[in-house]
């Protein structure tokens, strides 16, 4: 082993040795029992939701030390003797005729030997006229059905009823396919003794995803989704625990048949799709090779709508597959699958610590009993090396400060639904992402979530001037405590406030997808100091 992979091990090891430390030392030091009932529920409350997070590190931890992160070797065409029949699905409820018109052209144009054995279908659960009219303008196929039961799992299943090639290409309306999308992942399904299930690749886009481009770091910052797409996806591939996203993905139909089709019950049918075909034995394999761009939602309504329905979908997901009952899974496959779905309540994690610090400094509830040395004695090592891990040790692939700020954003609106929709009162509606555009006029659920973000910013700066006019020093580590926390909390939803404030349309015609694969203190100056850089614009 490389002296460099030693010192990581090293560092990981230690750092999930002092969160089990801390974790220890809270549930057995900290937690005040003496302060009345109601005390003692909060202080539980958010002990609980530390203990949470911590496992979801452990589990992180846990597979950047054991996964194997090398990319899949890349088969050689060659080993192909007979190209198989294709069937192309593209799913579509109410897209514009534009944006698919695109999409079918460049699944017309993708490269095969023989372009007679690939088979578009345009799969319209809106069962409009003028999108019939669409598909046999271009000459491919086109299949609806007459009510929309399960959404795009049951769009795709309806679809399944006609189609009979052992080999399905799955698109969203807005993905545009490269030409080498069907030559490039098909040998995959050749070149092994394993039955493939489906080979994923990333989702990319041409023009900037709406941090970036309400942040005016188009050039500057990497996609929200880089590090999912071209970092954990691959090292999921050592564990078969690959998730499918739903498009740019070429699958398997003997895989298909053997769960009985798209998965139903969530509306987030791709990860439990994915999830039922490794339980029955598939490998399945994802690349980072960018195979197919979209269209990234800058919209904020529409960005918030598309989030709320994969959290929820995993929510769903869980509930109704439960993970850890799923035969054919290993612990280690199960792990992971926990993980994508723990994942998805960050918002209400994050919605619990903006809150936090307010319990004491406003209402004076004791959440932390203790001796303030040992506390930060305890916290702050496993703390720091967390960062350390995050940032510099995945090579500034991932930052914590900014996934924070992302987390913080989108906290007030996914953290309420998912709860709602784990105690079975959210609304199971399948929306559509929109991607008609955007609008410089500040929306509704904008304005809606600006007030929400700049009530908790003055809520915590209360906290902060009240930590400041209440100290007492019999009390002093919960006043340090709350006074740092409250500041922390301030910086970021200051920066939320920012973006939500952004809604002016600008200039990104000098876009690169895919430009930078990292995050840089640079990035993080220019939040500040970029300039505005607007560009007309109509919906």
């Known amino acids: 082993m490389k002296l460099k992979n030693v010192l990581r091990l090293i560092i990981y090891s230690i750092t999930m040795t002092c ?3 801390y974790i220890g030392y809270r549930i057995a030091y900290t937690v005040p ?22 496992l979801d590190f452990f589990i992180y931890f846990l597979n950047i030390l054991t996964i194997d992160k090398k990319k899949p070797k890349t088969p050689n065409a060659n080993v192909i003797k007979e190209y198989p029949d294709i069937d192309v699905l593209i799913a579509t409820y109410n897209e514009y005729e534009g944006l698919l018109q695109k999409t079918i052209q460049a699944c017309k144009d993708m490269d095969y030997p023989d372009k007679s054995k690939v088979h578009i279908y345009l799969c319209d659960d809106g069962n409009r ?29 309806n679809a399944l009823k006609y189609i009979k090639s052992p080999y399905i290409a799955t ?51 990497p996609f929200e989704q880089e590090y999912f797409y071209h970092n954990l996806q691959i090292a999921k591939n050592s564990i078969n ?18 769960i009985n089709g798209f998965a139903t019950g969530t509306i987030s049918e791709d990860i439990a799709t994915g999830m039922l075909i490794e339980a029955k034995g598939y490998k399945c394999i994802a690349i980072d090779d960018i195979e197919a761009y979209g269209t990234s939602v800058n919209d904020y309504e529409a ?44 918002g209400f994690r994050r919605l619990v610590y903006l809150i936090t610090p307010l319990l004491f400094s406003i209402l004076g509830f004791i959440i932390i009993d203790c001796n303030f040395k040992t506390f930060v004695y305890f916290w702050l090592p496993q703390y720091l090396l967390k960062r350390f891990v995050l940032d510099k040790l995945e ?51 904008n304005a809606k979530i600006l007030r929400t973000h700049l009530l908790l910013l003055l809520l915590n700066i209360l906290g902060f001037i009240l930590c400041l006019y209440k100290f007492d020093s019999k009390y002093y580590y919960n006043y340090i405590l709350s006074f740092i926390w409250t500041i922390s909390n301030s910086f970021y939803l200051a920066i939320a406030v920012m973006f939500d404030l952004k809604t002016k349309v600008r200039d990104f015609s000098d876009f690169v997808p895919n430009k930078v694969k990292k995050y840089t203190s640079k990035a993080f100056l220019l939040l500040f100091l970029n300039k505005e850089k607007s560009k007309a614009h109509s919906k």
């Not at 003028?130 to 303008?137: G, M, S, V």
């Open 171 to 221: 698109f969203d309306a807005d993905m545009c396919p490269k030409k080498t999308f069907l030559m490039k992942l098909l040998p995959y399904f050749y070149d092994t003794n394993k039955k493939v299930g489906f080979v994923q690749t990333p989702q990319s886009f041409r023009n900037p995803d709406i941090y970036q481009y309400r942040f005016n770091l188009a050039n500057q910052i």
């Open 129 to 157: 006229p003028n999108i019939k009219a669409l598909a046999d303008r271009m000459e491919i196929n086109y299949i609806t059905r007459l009510n929309n039961k399960n959404s795009k799992a049951g769009n795709y299943n």
């Open 241 to 258: 625990a690959v998730v499918y996203c739903g498009t740019n993905t070429l699958i398997s139909r003997e895989a298909l048949d053997s």
């Open 33 to 54: 029992t003496k302060l009345g009932i109601l005390n003692l529920i909060l202080a539980l409350f958010i002990l609980f939701i530390e203990i949470w997070e911590a």
């Open 395 to 445: 090579g500034n692939k991932r930052s914590s400060t900014w996934t924070k700020i992302y987390e913080t954003i989108l906290a007030p609106s996914l953290g309420p639904k998912v709860v709602n929709e784990y105690f079975g009162l959210g609304d199971t509606k399948f929306e559509v992402t929109p991607k008609t555009g955007i609008d410089s006029k500040m929306s509704k659920g």
């Open 19 to 21: 969160t089990l430390f």
């Open 303 to 346: 960005f918030v709508k598309q989030r709320s329905r994969w959290a929820r979908g995993c929510v769903q997901m869980s509930k109704k597959y439960k993970i850890f009952s799923q035969k054919g899974l290993s612990l280690r496959q199960k792990l992971e699958y926990f993980s994508c779905v723990s994942y998805w309540y960050f």
